[in-house]
């Protein structure tokens, strides 16, 4: 299995673009989360999907959007990009036991 | 409302000193809680978890519900110990689902 894959790795925009990070997960698992992890503040979860078709916010919600067409790919939209998006991107699932697996991270840098 | 704190940003210690990495939780369900690590350039992995009670890599945790706490030990520290180490607490969001809110994570660096 390749676990959760994300891409892609790096990417600099400039105010006011849009982009799409991906998110793949090839262990069928429903759960799947988006965070954010910001210097110093943990990471805190933008959105989160439940399964195939079912998608439901986070704590940052704000500025982004998903979707979830099927179990696989859970992509996150950002349609105008503000510097307070300059961050580094998670995607997770949850398999037994509640662990999370997590992506290798999308650094993203707007100016 | 649920919160992970982990006071200490940076914890620097010698090869084959004891470490404890703190976490402080507030929860008003029964807490379910992680560490999970991140060595340099490398994605978030679970460390070990409260429910298990396993030590993995020497390191232990023991949720103590009286201090809400789940500090992480271990007895003598390696090199490749250093790493970001997060506590996470999980709890549940919206109309289902789990989800885990993370401490601000410290940074343990060991020095040879």
């Known amino acids: 299995n390749a676990g959760v894959t994300q891409t892609p790795k790096f990417r600099i925009l400039k105010i006011g673009q849009s982009m799409t990070l991906q998110c793949t997960q090839d262990m069928n698992h429903n759960y799947m989360y988006w965070y954010r992890q910001d210097p110093g503040m943990g990471l805190k979860l933008i959105y989160y999907?439940?399964?195939?078709?079912?998608?439901d916010k986070g704590e940052v919600p704000n500025g982004y959007n998903v979707s979830r067409s099927t179990t696989e790919d859970f992509p996150l939209r950002l349609e105008l990009a503000a510097p307070s998006q300059t961050s580094v991107y998670f995607c997770a699932s949850i398999g037994q036991g509640n662990e999370q697996y997590f992506g290798p991270g999308t650094r993203l840098t707007v100016t | 409302a649920q919160r992970v704190t982990q006071p200490e940003k940076l914890l620097s210690v010698f090869k084959g000193a004891p470490v404890e990495l703190k976490c402080n939780y507030s929860?008003?369900?029964?807490?379910?809680l992680f560490w999970y690590v991140q060595y340099s350039r490398q994605r978030l992995q679970l460390l070990l978890r409260?429910?298990s009670r396993e030590s993995i890599k020497g390191f232990t945790a023991d949720l103590n519900k009286g201090e809400t706490s789940f500090h992480l030990k271990k007895p003598f520290a390696q090199e490749e110990d250093s790493a970001m180490y997060y506590c996470?607490?999980?709890?549940?969001?919206?109309?289902?689902?789990?989800?885990?809110?993370f401490g601000g994570g410290t940074r343990l660096m060991v020095k040879p």
């Open positions: 929860y008003s369900g029964s807490p379910e």
């Open positions: 999907s439940v399964g195939a078709g079912i998608t």
């Open positions: 996470a607490l999980m709890s549940l969001w919206g109309n289902a689902g789990n989800m885990l809110t």
């Open positions: 409260h429910i």
